[in-house]
């Protein structure tokens, strides 16, 4: 018998995008009999936008836990490069009940060689990376394959924290929680997906998206390669 | 001719709900030529469940801004007895060009004088404490009048900041940066105003907070009582 409450760590990092972890966490730490850890590679201080995240605890440190979810950003393949990191994730990830990721923080649950065989979720602008690592990309907003659940970029975290919360303590549990948050969406425009933003609007996005782009392909291509040689040398 | 950034000013306090901060935050920062400052009534650490926004500055240290955005949270109507923060709001907010907040941070924005004769967003289940600040509540999400611009509960702070970054930057702005943070929201319940919540669940709910609001009426009371005799004195 045990009263061990059921154990979330966020692993957070420098260049995340913030609402990727902030929007989930809201709802998520509001989870009765649960403890919700924030956790980092160096512990302490970590920045995204402007804002500094303090007190984070160090990956290494926490020995097992019951969901992991990993947030994305701009920095996602450069974290996919990080190895501490990625180990402290694949380590967490083959011992939790659930993996789940968030926007871009599939590639690093891809990198940690995590979702190889599986559905998932990602930013619409990064999913053609999936497949780098075994993963096949699906453009719902909130994909579940088996323990994992993924959601797509950055606000999709708050219709995929519902589909968490729903799955750990019962609809009702969720269907409370919103209630609370008042979240009833009503966007003024419709622009948060390419089929539905106007023409120009994506263009210009993807144009400026371009340059980086080559650099992320890149990046994910290395982690896809040092993941090949970690699984042919176990 | 004068070159500078547009300034925001979020006015965070410990005890608020962080993604009213977190959500418009990520949209806000991202409006160009524009600078993003986080600032508390003592500067340095803010706690707000579980989380810690670490190096915020300090209030009284901000000549002014453009624009200032002040969350919500349970904390609320506490703030809005704490005359140190109030002062701060109040005079940041006579000098803005737009004054904002965000679910019960319009409560504080009416303690600090900002709302007379306005309509007002606010968290559902604290809207009726508007009037005690010579506000009218309106349920919309997101309410316009004049220079004021207030959001309803938490995640209408999403809603909020596109209309804000439209007014400011123009709708393709907005729109660009709705495709780029992936906002087309799909709630897989719809719970989230007490209209469409099972009715089972609002009145859990409204039991649950029948207790707090008690207390957080008797807040808000002389909050309103504070600021009549600070209009009267003036």
Redesign the interface.
Known sequence: MTDQPFRIVFAVFNGM???DF??P??FL?RLPGSE?L?ASRDGG?VAS???????TRTLADISGCDLICVPGGATATQVALDESFISEVRRLGLGARYVTSV?TGSLILGAAGLLQGRRAAC??AWRHLLPLFGATPDER??VRDGHIITG?????G??FA??VL?ELGG??L???L?????????????????D???P???R??NRRMAASMTIREKEARLAAARLANLEIAQ
């Not at 797509?152 to 999709?156: F, I, K, L, Y």
């Not at 966007?187 to 390419?194: D, E, I």
Request: proline share 8%; charged share 10%; aromatic share 8%.
């Open positions: 995008t913030q609402l902030t929007g966490h809201q730490s919700t924030v201080d936008e402007g804002l500094v995240f303090a007190c926007c930013h619409w907003r909130v797509g970029g950055v606000t999709a708050i219709d519902l589909v729903a609809e009702a969720a269907q409370t919103q209630l609370g948050l008042e979240y009833a969406p009503a966007p003024p425009f419709n622009s948060g997906t390419p539905t933003a106007p120009e609007i994506l210009a996005y």
